[in-house]
């Protein structure tokens, strides 16, 4: 196989993860995050975003997820949701069970994102009827399933439109490092500082090998997230070893570093691809993801020659191309350049 562009979870871990994980291993520690790693990635956070915040290690995009969902919306309430959303259509239904039944409602919008109009009106929807599903909380994805980012003034409205309905905001990031790289603004500007309530943080997809982060900025959500993780099977005994990822994760900006390769090689693949006949960018790609269409015949080609996408789960001729903190600069210059041949072949 050549170059691989299926997901940025294919890359394996940051050396410098795997050794922190070899280092937290010798000797002998406290479990289920008593442990000296964990208060240290706690304190890590609260200099990150430059607040006081609670921190949940887990060891899955899906456990950070559901458990987030889980803190803020009751088994009669519903999730505010884009329609084509990660936690909607992706996770097997997790969010149902970990809520105990609260029902996910998906949201149009251009790009991925949530329509405000169309939120301010789920938001108030049957509002107090007993008969119906209760509007709860909502949820935005940064980066979105398409590709795109929240802009933060974008953010700031949709979690404005929420604070109005009296509803908290969870924001799915598990790229969040490549959408803070992309809008080049803090970690505290992306989040609570825009408006967000709770963030599952995501590492896993940018370098670390097994470790998220819930991170809770309004305290009342943190009461009960401790015996939601331990009810729902994620609260690991050896957790120093999840921490010692983390730690690594954010000592010397690795997360940004990882982040801002992804985001280049991206950068690099959708400029060569926009020249070339037949092929038409969706949604212009703002971190590491893009959506395409290419004519049937060259993306056989290009499977054929052996390089690895996802296709056919979209629209006829949609792919996806992820790029990671691994992609090489000549994997990216040859997938262009073969589908380049192709279109010239083909003329």
């Given at each position: 196989?050549?170059?691989?562009?299926?997901?940025?979870n294919?890359?394996?871990?940051?050396?410098?993860?795997?050794?922190?994980?070899?280092?937290?291993?010798?000797?002998?520690?406290?479990?289920?995050?008593?442990?000296?790693?964990?208060?240290?990635?706690?304190?890590?956070?609260?200099e990150?975003?430059?607040?006081?915040?609670?921190?949940?290690?887990?060891?899955?995009?899906?456990?950070?997820?559901?458990?987030?969902?889980?803190?803020?919306?009751?088994?009669?309430?519903?999730?505010?949701?884009?329609?084509?959303?990660?936690?909607?259509?992706?996770?097997?239904?997790?969010?149902?069970?970990?809520?105990?039944?609260?029902?996910?409602?998906?949201?149009?919008?251009?790009?991925?994102?949530?329509?405000?109009?169309?939120?301010?009106?789920?938001?108030?929807?049957?509002?107090?009827?007993?008969?119906?599903?209760?509007?709860?909380?909502?949820?935005?994805?940064?980066?979105?399933?398409?590709?795109?980012?929240?802009?933060?003034?974008?953010?700031?409205?949709?979690?404005?439109?929420?604070?109005?309905?009296?509803?908290?905001?969870h924001?799915?990031?598990?790229?969040?490092?490549?959408?803070?790289?992309?809008?080049?603004?803090?970690?505290?500007?992306?989040?609570?500082?825009?408006?967000v309530?709770?963030?599952?943080?995501?590492?896993?997809?940018?370098?670390?090998?097994?470790?998220?982060?819930?991170?809770?900025?309004?305290?009342?959500?943190?009461?009960?997230?401790?015996?939601?993780?331990?009810?729902?099977?994620?609260?690991?005994?050896?957790?120093?070893?999840?921490?010692?990822?983390?730690?690594?994760?954010?000592?010397?900006?690795?997360?940004?570093?990882?982040?801002?390769?992804?985001?280049?090689?991206m950068?690099?693949?959708?400029?060569?691809?926009?020249?070339?006949?037949?092929?038409k960018?969706?949604?212009?790609?703002?971190?590491?993801?893009?959506?395409?269409?290419m004519?049937?015949?060259?993306?056989?080609?290009?499977?054929?020659?052996?390089?690895?996408?996802?296709?056919?789960?979209?629209?006829?001729?949609?792919?996806?191309?992820?790029?990671?903190f691994?992609?090489?600069?000549?994997?990216?210059?040859?997938?262009?350049?073969?589908?380049?041949?192709?279109?010239?072949?083909?003329?």
């Amino acid at each position: 196989m050549k170059e691989a562009f299926t997901s940025d979870n294919i890359a394996g871990a940051s050396d410098s993860v795997i050794a922190a994980i070899m280092a937290a291993n010798q000797g002998d520690t406290m479990p289920y995050g008593n442990d000296d790693y964990t208060a240290q990635v706690t304190r890590m956070f609260t200099e990150l975003f430059e607040c006081d915040v609670d921190v949940f290690l887990v060891s899955t995009g899906t456990a950070a997820n559901v458990l987030s969902l889980s803190a803020m919306t009751p088994p009669w309430g519903s999730v505010l949701c884009h329609s084509e959303s990660h936690i909607l259509n992706d996770e097997c239904s997790a969010p149902e069970f970990y809520t105990g039944g609260a029902r996910l409602v998906g949201i149009g919008g251009k790009d991925a994102k949530i329509d405000p109009i169309k939120l301010k009106t789920l938001a108030h929807q049957k509002k107090g009827d007993v008969h119906s599903c209760q509007p709860s909380s909502v949820s935005v994805s940064q980066v979105t399933e398409v590709g795109s980012v929240y802009t933060l003034q974008e953010l700031k409205t949709i979690t404005a439109i929420a604070k109005e309905a009296g509803l908290p905001v969870h924001m799915d990031g598990a790229r969040f490092a490549n959408a803070l790289v992309a809008l080049g603004c803090t970690p505290a500007e992306m989040t609570w500082k825009a408006g967000v309530d709770i963030l599952s943080f995501g590492a896993t997809k940018n370098g670390a090998m097994t470790a998220e982060a819930i991170v809770v900025f309004k305290k009342p959500l943190a009461k009960d997230l401790g015996h939601l993780r331990k009810r729902g099977g994620h609260l690991h005994s050896k957790m120093r070893l999840l921490a010692s990822q983390m730690i690594a994760y954010l000592t010397d900006e690795l997360w940004r570093i990882n982040a801002e390769h992804a985001n280049g090689m991206m950068a690099l693949l959708q400029d060569g691809l926009k020249g070339i006949p037949g092929v038409k960018i969706n949604t212009p790609a703002q971190a590491n993801m893009l959506f395409c269409t290419m004519p049937t015949p060259m993306i056989e080609y290009l499977l054929a020659e052996g390089y690895a996408f996802y296709t056919g789960r979209w629209a006829e001729g949609m792919i996806r191309l992820v790029t990671s903190f691994r992609t090489p600069k000549e994997g990216v210059e040859a997938f262009v350049e073969s589908a380049r041949y192709f279109a010239e072949q083909g003329a």
